[in-house]
């Protein structure tokens, strides 16, 4: 299918299912048994429970995205006889909302903002597609894109329809260990190369030229993080005003401008059967600027011991490189100069801090969906007191 966007026009109690292993495939067939709660459930190619309402889910109503869907692109998804539609959310109200939507033949991916408070410019669904949809062809790996929808009027808030693309996303350690040090060290080494080869990525060359203004880079994203951390503010934070002042006093020379992800890590990257990148996810915080920034968050990523309770981040796993490896294979096949890299790691840091408090805060609003936000705000202190340390040298 060719790849469209849409302006539309006017008008126009949920379970979440188990996160599992990717997004995938589902058997041919339109029926499937009713479970006690009213969901629907059907078995995955390799025997994963996958549980859809054929009722709306939150952020969701159905019967007004098909209306929209077959007005905007008739047939282009699916047939005028294709069975209802039902939906699960796959990713709940951390970032963007992610749901899989299908007919019981096949299945799309739409994804939208959060239910709850949003900040600006942080949960643009055109950038997204945007990105996505210019990528195609390129050597990044992009689910297609099939629809944009910047109405709010529909669902709302603004959306996009993109494919399925199968894969696993690996979170933790735990999902690592059982493929062996050989085939983990393939895999983040196939994460680092595909981050290069996005960076490689001339944006004139694929029509972002005018995605961001990568002059004074760095400077902006202090400022834009700070007032993102006031916009969310809840509680004094230990900290937050002394790395925003180191960070303010030491902006660095900016490394030559790239298309930069904002969010690069493992779980954002489907992997498929052969260890391969089969896509990558989550382009809310794409631009244009310094990529070095994309390494630094992912090192911080790396450093993470607890992502969730009880859970080692992926990077712990046997055969995964270390930090400095990262690096290293990082500079040799980018050719950048990594000389101020502490910098880039004290703004990851800062960021990272910023985006957990906002989380923290549509927690306590009693806007977010789904499980595993209550210790979010735990985190925000570490990751100030981190990024101090790595500006001091640490």
């Not at 939208?112 to 597609?129: I, K």
């Not at 981040?313 to 290293?328: I, K, L």
Request: aromatic share 8%.
């Amino acid at each position: 299918m060719v790849s469209s966007a849409h302006r539309c026009p006017p008008g126009g109690g949920a379970t979440p299912g188990p996160s599992g292993p990717g997004w995938r495939g589902f058997p041919s067939r339109n029926t499937a048994p009713y479970r006690p709660d009213g969901t629907r459930a059907w078995i995955g190619e390799e025997g994963a429970l996958r549980v859809f309402r054929d009722g709306d889910v939150p952020g969701l109503p159905l019967d007004r995205f098909r209306h929209h869907v077959d007005r905007v692109r008739p047939g282009a998804l699916w047939p005028a006889d294709a069975g209802p539609l039902r939906a699960r959310v796959v990713a709940g109200g951390r970032s963007n909302l992610t749901y899989e939507v299908t007919d019981g033949t096949r299945s799309w991916i739409v994804r939208r903002p959060p239910l709850g408070h949003v900040l600006a410019t942080a949960h643009d669904m055109s950038r997204e597609y945007r990105v996505m949809t210019a990528l195609a062809g390129t050597s990044v790996p992009v689910p297609e894109t099939y629809l944009l929808c910047e109405d709010s009027d529909v669902l709302g808030a603004p959306f996009y329809v993109m494919e399925m693309v199968e894969g696993t996303p690996y979170r933790g350690a735990d999902e690592l260990v059982p493929l062996g040090a050989e085939r983990v060290a393939a895999i983040a080494g196939r994460m680092i190369d595909t981050l290069v080869d996005l960076h490689r990525v001339d944006p004139a060359a694929v029509g972002l030229d005018g995605f961001g203004r990568p002059e004074g880079f760095l400077g902006r994203q202090v400022r834009r993080w700070k007032k993102q951390l006031d916009a969310s503010h809840s509680r004094d934070l230990d900290g937050a005003a002394e790395l925003h002042a180191l960070l303010e006093a030491n902006v660095p020379p900016e490394s030559a401008p790239a298309i930069v992800h904002g969010d690069y890590r493992l779980d954002n990257l489907l992997v498929g059967a052969d260890d391969r990148v089969a896509a990558v996810l989550d382009w809310e915080m794409a631009t244009l600027g310094d990529p070095l920034t994309d390494l630094a968050l992912l090192l911080v990523y790396m450093r993470r011991t607890a992502p969730v309770p009880g859970r080692a981040e992926a990077a712990h796993a046997p055969g995964f490189p270390s930090p400095d490896e990262v690096v290293a294979r990082y500079a040799e096949r980018s050719g950048r100069d990594l000389s101020a890299i502490g910098f880039y790691v004290g703004l990851a840091c800062f960021k990272l801090a910023v985006i957990s408090e906002g989380i923290h805060y549509r927690y306590l609003q009693g806007q977010t969906v789904g499980e595993g936000f209550g210790a979010i705000g735990d985190a925000v202190e570490p990751l100030l007191r981190s990024g101090i340390a790595a500006l001091k040298g640490a």
